[in-house]
Each structure stands twice: as C-alpha cells, then as structure tokens.
C-alpha cells in the first residue's frame, strides 16, 4: 500500500502575516495551487513557527530575543482550509508568548482538527508521539527540537520536546522512535534544529539524523535554517520556509523553497517529489520560471554531496528512489 505524505517547513502566521490575514481574509495566504498541489497526500504535516492565541506576553526568559510571533485563532482554521493534519511545535516559537498561549495554540488546532506534536502541558505530553491511520496503515510522528533549552517542558511544566543534540541524540528520543516503530507501519521524526540561514546542515545535525535513522525513523524531517538543504532517501535536512514576512537573504533567498511529497511503500520511501514555491508579499505561491531555475540549480547543488540526482519534470523536481 503506497503512501504519501505532503511536508513544509517553517510556518510562520504571525506579524506580517497575521495583519495581511485580516485585511484580505483566509483566501490571501496561500495561492489555490498551493492546496491543489497537496491535495493528492495522505498526510500533510507542516511546523509551526509561532504561537496562535490572543492572549499570553512576550516570554522574558531568554535575554535579548529579538522576535515574538503570535496568529490570531483564524489562522488554525487558515491551515485546516489548506489540508494540514498536524502541526510540529517543538521549535524556538512555540512559547513566544508564554505557557498560555501555547496551551491556546494546541487547542485552536485540535478545534480546526489539526494534532499537536512536540509540545505540550507537560513534559510527557510534549514528548508523546501522535499517531494518524490512513488507508488502514498506522504513521506514527514524534517531534523534538534543539533550542531553546529555556522552552523545555520539565515535569508538569508547559514546554516543548527539547532535545539537546550537540554530543549525542539523548536515550528519550531514540528509545521513543524504537517503541513508535514497533506500533506503527510507519515511522516519521520531525526535528527544529541547527542554526538559520545556513546552507547546507551542520555536523551535528548530520549526526543526529544518522542516529535516528538507527534507531528506526523511516524518514527525518528537518526545519530551522529558513533554506532548503540536500536530502537522502531517509534525511530531508531541511525544508526550508513555507511562509513569512522574513528579510530576504538576497545570496540565500530564503523566499524560494520547497513543497515536498514523499511516498512510501511499506517502511521505504520510494519517491520524494519536491514542488518549488516562492513567498511573496505574505503570501505562497508556486514559483515563476525563473524562480525555478534558481531553486532547481541550488537543490542540485545542495544534493551534489549526498549523492542524491534529481530530475526536472517540468512541474516538480524528482528523486525515484531505488530497491
């Protein structure tokens, strides 16, 4: 039974976003292709770079944080119009606005039927996978992220799925994706991790991932840099943005990314198809021509040290995978 899970990387609805939301409403985020090009997936999961609340403050914790993000409640809904089944939040955004707020965030997703994965009221529920059934096959997806350590759920204390990385990946998360493996029919890791801005992963997030494929992830999924990276069969390094009101890098261009869709059969991803989108203005749409040129050639690039060859088939760019 062949699966195939739609991916975008880092969500931010806040800001920017938010206020173009509000004066254009839930139509003016994401052009119509966007939904139609995910349309075809079993699953579609997204991370979530912000809060969704009105309430909450700015969290003082962390001395000199620069941004704090937060999407009104019409944002659940936003993402919910455009198929998304579950949200990541184990990111360095989750508690922009304090334990409140993300407490906010996971019930306005459940609302809009959207799950929650990587933080929550505790330390156990930010640690838990969740589990979706589609076409009788059980996927499993566990969260965590390596900064910041001040946002970690401790105890019975709100918090994300901090996991530090730098040395090694800590026993809670490896033995977590060896449990999920043996419930699941398959088994995916989504992980916030490495600098931004950065383009290509660092060693330590090169590490990580090999370990958690050890321990039985059928595929990592990688967010934090804002730009999109090479990838393996198993190890999608980094999406990249999906949407924002970000600066643009004018070398990196972190306004040029990637819609990604991975099929499995079985524990084996057997195709990665990754569809070139652009951010433009607070809104996503799929590239120009020339803008995906440019992201043709720098995936290219970015997979040369892989191994991993694409193919342009006009529309997407194309890694079938071999037995």
């Known amino acids: 039974m062949a699966i195939t899970v739609a991916l975008a990387g880092d969500t931010m609805l806040g800001r920017g976003v938010a206020e173009h939301l509000s004066r254009h409403g839930t139509g003016a985020l994401f052009a119509p292709e966007i939904e139609h ?8 999961l997204v991370n979530l770079e912000c809060c969704i609340s009105e309430g909450g403050a700015p969290y003082t914790r962390i001395p000199g944080k620069p941004f704090f993000f937060r999407a009104p409640p019409l944002a659940a809904k936003v993402l919910a119009g455009l198929g998304v089944d579950g949200a990541c939040l184990a990111n360095d955004h989750a508690l922009d606005f304090g334990p409140e707020a993300l407490l906010d965030t996971r019930a306005a997703l459940t609302e809009a039927g959207i799950r929650a994965v990587g933080a929550g009221a505790d330390e156990t529920q930010a640690r838990a996978a969740t589990v979706f059934e589609r076409r009788g096959l059980r996927i499993g ?20 799925a901090f996991a530090d990385l730098k040395d090694a990946v800590p026993a809670w998360l490896t033995d977590g994706v060896r449990e999920l493996r043996e419930h699941t029919d398959l088994t995916l890791v989504t992980v916030h991790w490495g600098p931004n801005m950065v383009d290509r992963p660092v060693r330590h997030v090169r590490h990580a ?18 730009v999109f990276h090479g990838f393996t069969r198993r190890v999608l ?26 099929t499995f059969e079985g524990h084996r991803p057997v195709r990665t198809r990754a569809i070139p989108i652009a951010v433009d203005g607070c809104r996503t749409r799929l590239a120009d021509p020339f803008e995906y040129a440019r992201i043709r050639f720098r995936l290219d690039g970015a997979c040369a040290p892989f191994g991993t060859r694409i193919e342009d088939r006009g529309d997407f760019l194309d890694v079938t995978w071999p037995e």
């Open 37 to 44: 090009a995910v349309a075809e997936a079993d699953l579609f």
């Open 141 to 160: 997806v566990m969260a965590a992220t390596d900064h910041p350590e001040q946002f970690a759920a401790r105890g019975h204390e709100p918090g994300v």
């Open 209 to 226: 991932a090999a370990a958690l494929v050890d321990a039985g992830a059928d595929l990592v999924i990688g967010h934090c840099a804002h």
């Open 237 to 262: 390094f980094d999406l990249g943005d999906f949407i924002d009101d970000y600066r643009v890098d004018p070398i990196l261009r972190n306004d040029l990314g990637l819609l990604w869709l991975v």
